[in-house]
């Protein structure tokens, strides 16, 4: 199988290429920078420069690869929405038509989490109610590249699957050091939760959305077995003081950020490589 990688450099991508080409899959990536690709390109990654907002380099990148793994995304700047709306919607959106038009055969699309509402009553399922007004250009160009794709799959049968990922860390990711700062900013309360889900169970389930058979169509959530508290997250790092408030009132929205992954157990097998952040910590996964 040939795969296209997008946001190969990112880190995620470059944590889910190094693995899938130590297994012997050939892999071509999309990036702007070569010299950034530099290490993967060693490994034996097929380079192609382009970039979403550029559509005319994205049939080459697609021509002759048998799936596309979307892996490319805008975060949280606080400056560049109309970037992040490009990037993650409108991007999005060229790739998969670019793909489609060349024949590819699955195009496997990673979205959050975090596009669930906060106020469920329950670990978030992939059927439940999404916040299409989320302010958040994140989420919501997020949610709005979600159902696109999957209407492409419903009108021309289009393979697309839809991966949430939970809050993904590990493998000397600097994810975890890096929320601190927005937990006080976003005015976290400590005792909220929520699903993490390390790189190698991200590279599990990519794997298993690949090489899976009837999954058309379909949106699923994966994250470890059991959510986190922000609480602990500073603790880990030891700034409690510096990521909340000193006097906190009652928690408002006791399942934001929690998520159920019994649908990827069921159809694919799925099973955390790492259960939780305890077990990454006593194996020296981080």
């Not at 702007?32 to 380079?47: H, I, Q, T, V």
């Not at 929320?179 to 190698?200: A, C, D, E, Q, T």
């Not at 058979?213 to 609480?231: H, Q, R, W």
């Not at 929205?253 to 649908?263: A, D, E, L, T, W």
């Amino acid at each position: 199988m040939k795969i296209l990688v997008t946001g190969a450099t990112g880190k995620v991508g470059s944590r889910f290429v190094t693995r899938i080409l130590g297994r012997g899959y050939k892999v071509r990536i999309l990036v702007r920078d070569a010299a950034k690709a530099a290490s993967l390109e060693a490994l034996g990654a097929e380079l192609v420069i382009g970039d979403l907002y550029n559509t005319e380099t994205l049939p080459p990148a697609v021509q002759g690869v048998d799936a596309v793994v979307h892996l490319a995304a805008l975060f949280r700047t606080f400056t560049d929405n109309e970037g992040i709306v490009k990037t993650n919607h409108a991007g999005t959106m060229a790739l998969a038509h670019a793909a489609m038009a060349a024949g590819v055969k699955r195009f496997v699309f990673t979205s959050t989490g975090n596009v669930y509402r906060t106020d469920n009553l329950r670990p978030s399922k992939e059927g439940d109610m999404v916040n299409e007004n989320d302010p958040r250009p994140y989420s919501s160009s997020k949610i709005a590249a979600e159902q696109e794709l999957i209407g492409l799959h419903k009108s021309n049968g289009f393979d697309v699957r839809v991966l949430r990922l939970g809050f993904v860390y590990g493998e000397k990711d600097p994810h975890m050091e890096e929320i601190i700062p927005y937990l006080k900013m976003l005015k976290f309360h400590s005792g909220s939760r929520m699903h993490m889900v390390h790189h190698l169970d991200v590279a599990q389930a990519l794997t298993l959305l690949l090489h899976t058979d009837g999954l058309d169509g379909e949106t699923f959530n994966v994250a470890d077995d059991a959510p986190i508290s922000m609480y602990e997250i500073a603790d880990f790092a030891g700034k409690v003081a510096e990521a909340f408030e000193p006097v906190e009132g009652p928690l408002a929205y006791p399942f934001q950020g929690v998520m159920n992954i019994s649908k990827l157990r069921i159809k694919t097998g799925f099973r955390p490589l790492v259960p939780s952040y305890y077990v990454a910590l006593d194996l020296g996964l981080l």
